[in-house]
């Protein structure tokens, strides 16, 4: 049977494609694990420890929680979400760089699969960066990490996790060098992260500051992840368990679209 140039010879998913992209792109992370899993994990107990000795050594609540208890969980979820997006940013930008952009774009994947691949991997980091922060958490003195609703932390988890990998791949999908992703995770990422009331509640805040805050999509993944753990939370938790999935759809159709143009990718 002959095909026309175009035509689909794969009907359905291609699992085997899909697979040895995920394992491809998931081996590539985890061959320099101490970089990438286990530094992350140092750096966010560092911040653990200079913020609870700098502002909770004198016996400090917010919410009516020790405050080491209260910035564990923004801390292990903030530090999964700033991983997944470096691992989705990287791929498709290493490729344009040097040169093998191919590698991803000729084997029999479509757009879809493409997607999964990538975003899968990005999520996977993640999950095994938060797995390490909270392992290391739970020998931490002075810290509770333990886990109340283990329904809202996946489920959050997963939602900040998937959202900063859509976020990252576009970021791959547009920058040209280097520079271009540094500068998203320096003036975007890092200042969503820092200002999404990891270190403190925004009910203390001033009514604009907190307006702002509510406006913040990773103020609801830290707000609702931190509720999995302390049973407490100063955003709308239906809100965020909602919202947050119709964004990543959103993101999800953004990637799609650009992908499927080739925009900055095959031209």
Request: hydrophobic content about 55%.
């Amino acid at each position: 049977m002959r095909f026309a140039p175009g035509d689909a010879v794969l009907k359905g998913v291609n699992w085997g494609g899909l697979r040895t992209l995920y394992i491809k792109e998931v081996r590539r992370f985890f061959k320099v694990q101490l970089q990438t899993v286990w530094a992350p994990a140092i750096t966010t107990l560092l911040y653990l420890a200079i913020f609870t000795i700098a502002l909770g050594g004198s016996g400090r609540s917010v919410m009516g929680v020790h405050f080491a208890d209260f910035i564990a969980p923004g801390l292990i979820v903030m530090a999964m979400m700033q991983n997944a997006f470096a691992n989705a940013s990287f791929s498709l930008l290493v490729g344009k760089i040097q040169g093998n952009i191919v590698d991803y774009l000729m084997p029999p994947l479509s757009t879809g699969e493409l997607i999964a691949g990538l975003v899968g991997a990005a999520v996977t980091r993640a999950f095994l960066v938060g797995f390490a922060v909270w392992l290391a958490m739970l020998l931490w003195p002075g810290v509770s990490v333990d886990v109340r609703h283990p329904a809202l932390v996946f489920w959050f988890a997963l939602m900040g996790a998937l959202l900063l990998s859509f976020l990252g791949l576009l970021t791959s999908i547009w920058a040209e060098k280097f520079d271009h992703a540094a500068a998203v995770t320096n003036f975007v990422i890092t200042p969503l992260s820092l200002l999404s009331g990891t270190f403190y509640s925004i009910n203390q805040l001033a009514p604009s500051f907190r307006a702002v805050s509510h406006a913040n999509p990773f103020f609801y993944v830290i707000s609702g992840f931190r509720a999995g753990f302390l049973g407490i939370s100063d955003s709308p938790l239906l809100i965020g368990a909602a919202g947050l999935p119709v964004l990543n759809l959103l993101l999800w159709a953004l990637c799609y679209a650009l992908l499927k143009s080739g925009w900055k990718i095959k031209s």
